[in-house]
């Protein structure tokens, strides 16, 4: 009798623990992606833009200032960048899309520093809508 108990018991321990590992998927998701790239080339003679890959693979890209100008640093056109992005994401949030990581990058062309990009990715997701008939 005592066997019997014991094996009841370990084979119910087994199995709560097995279902505990059990991983659910998740309902199904599309996500997106917006790359900022902004040029750090002296002078205003870089390319700075912002694409954005939808779910379908499409692509929409559109122009961002230069960080710098001929004389250094253009404040006005970092917050201009900013704007468009905080302007962009809020779009995106408010129709459903959930920011989920955001990576940056920077990258110089050569030693000495001059010129180079900083780049970010953000990556969003929203949840696919079942559709009910």
């Known amino acids: 009798m005592k066997k019997i108990v014991l094996s009841l018991i370990i084979a119910l321990l087994i199995g709560i623990g097995l279902s505990a590992q059990e991983v659910k998927p998740e309902a199904g998701k599309q996500f997106m992606q917006i ?3 902004e040029s750090v080339i002296a002078g205003g003679v870089g390319r700075s833009k912002m694409i954005v890959t939808n779910p ?11 960080l710098f100008s001929m004389t250094g640093i253009n404040f006005k056109n970092i917050k201009d960048n900013e704007d468009k992005l905080v302007r962009t994401l809020k779009q ?9 990581h955001v990576t940056s990058l920077t990258l110089s062309q050569n030693d000495s520093g001059a010129g180079g990009i900083f780049m970010t990715r953000y990556l969003l997701s929203k949840s696919l809508e079942k559709k009910s008939f």
């Open 56 to 66: 379908d693979g499409s692509q929409k890209e559109s122009d961002l200032e230069n």
């Open 92 to 100: 995106y949030t408010d129709d459903g899309w959930k920011l989920d």
């Open 35 to 37: 790359n900022t790239v």
